[in-house]
């Protein structure tokens, strides 16, 4: 079997389950697709005419939701009426049970309603979480990042991936126990830091190596770095440095519950994590992850060391974890087969070999010559700045 270069850990067959749903090849589709949403969420580093990018799948794609779908939200992203018009076509294909409909945002997302945020205790008395909504870059449609809060027997708590709380959520961490310490486990999430720690006066900050040298995140002061020599999270929490890759993060174990805590390196888009938001929704599935746990379509061309980067991930499989939450999942946590499922993955990664990995990264660059130009120019630039 060939494996797919847009359902990452998938093979080609599966590529061709999409074909009546989108009405044409699936591999073209979503090359599209991953040029129009990173060319909108990543303007800064890939380079893309978006709204030709759109004409085009419109054009090549137009029975189906999904390039209406699209469509509005580069028409959103330019604050452009002609949004709702692209919206509107997009319900009336997907009117009558169409496979796609699913992605289709309801009449609050659209509009922007932030739903009320919920405390929700995944582990009894020992572990929480709490999701918030924001603005993606490049579009005032929001996105969702979720909090992980774990009690130690002494009653202290650990925020990992801590956000913006709404009152009455705040009060409820509060009764929990004090916050001692605060969790940012890669360079990706650096945003909420400063917020969170003037907010929490008294708990310690931990961040990544990756935060001390990435231009956006390396202002910022941290008491200690998580999986280095310097003061320990928690007694009860295990840190998993998985470097080899671009996106370096530290996995977190809790060691009571078994619970690991991921960031970004592993992505989850599945029926019952409820509450992800409409472009989440439109996100993953671009980069080829519906109904499943996975890798985005990109991820492996992180994976700058392949042998560290799959050494690391037979520690977390050897780790003895029973569950995973990650930081863009839902709240709730994994069934037994969906463990399975993460497992499957991380099994999946390990057993690639060095050439089988670069000729998927030659297949997909030849797909998408102007995601490699713009990898290029981007470690260029920070080489230049000193950065790698």
Request: hydrophobic residues 40%; glycine residues 8%; neutral net charge.
């Amino acid at each position: 079997m060939t494996p797919s270069i847009v359902l990452t850990g998938l093979d080609r067959a599966h590529e061709e389950s999409f074909r009546e749903a989108l009405g044409g090849s699936p591999r073209r589709f979503f090359i599209r697709a991953q040029r129009i949403v990173w060319g909108i969420s990543q303007s800064d580093l890939i380079q893309v005419d978006v709204a030709k990018q759109c004409r085009e799948l419109v054009r090549r794609y137009p029975e189906t939701p999904a390039s209406h779908l699209l469509d509005a939200y580069r028409l959103r992203a330019e604050e452009d009426p002609a949004a709702d018009e692209a919206l509107a076509r997009a319900r009336t294909l997907a009117a009558g049970g169409h496979p796609l409909d699913f992605l289709l945002p309801s009449d609050d997302e659209w509009a922007c309603v932030v739903p009320q945020q919920k405390l929700h205790n995944v582990v009894p008395d020992r572990v929480w979480r709490v999701s918030a909504n924001y603005p993606m870059r490049g579009c005032s449609l929001p996105s969702q990042s979720t909090s992980t809060i774990i009690r130690s027997e002494k009653g202290e708590l650990v925020i990992v991936n801590p956000l913006p709380y709404e009152p009455g959520i705040r009060t409820e961490i509060d009764s929990l126990g004090p916050v001692t310490a605060l969790a940012v486990q890669g360079k990706a999430h650096s945003k909420h830091v400063e917020s969170s720690a003037a907010s929490f006066p008294g708990a310690k900050v931990f961040g990544s190596r990756g935060h001390l040298t990435h231009p956006p995140a390396a202002h910022l002061r941290f008491d200690s770095i998580l999986a280095e020599d310097g003061p320990a999270l928690s007694d009860e929490i295990e840190e998993i440095l998985v470097d080899g890759s671009a996106l370096e993060e530290v996995l977190l174990l809790h060691r009571p519950s078994g619970l690991l805590i991921v960031q970004d390196i592993f992505a989850a888009n599945l029926p019952n994590q409820k509450g992800r938001p409409f472009l989440g929704r439109l996100y993953y599935f671009s980069f080829g992850l519906m109904d499943r746990i996975g890798c985005l379509a990109y991820m492996p061309m992180m994976w700058s060391d392949l042998p560290r980067f799959q050494s690391r991930l037979r520690r977390v499989l050897e780790s003895g974890y029973r569950n995973v939450v990650g930081a863009h999942w839902g709240p709730k946590l994994l069934t037994e087969e969906q463990v399975e499922e993460f497992s499957g993955v991380l099994r999946w990664i390990v057993g690639l070999g060095g050439l089988a990995h670069k000729t998927l990264l030659a297949r997909y660059f030849t797909a998408q010559p102007t995601f490699l130009r713009d990898l290029i120019r981007y470690k260029r630039a920070l080489r230049k700045a000193g950065q790698v």
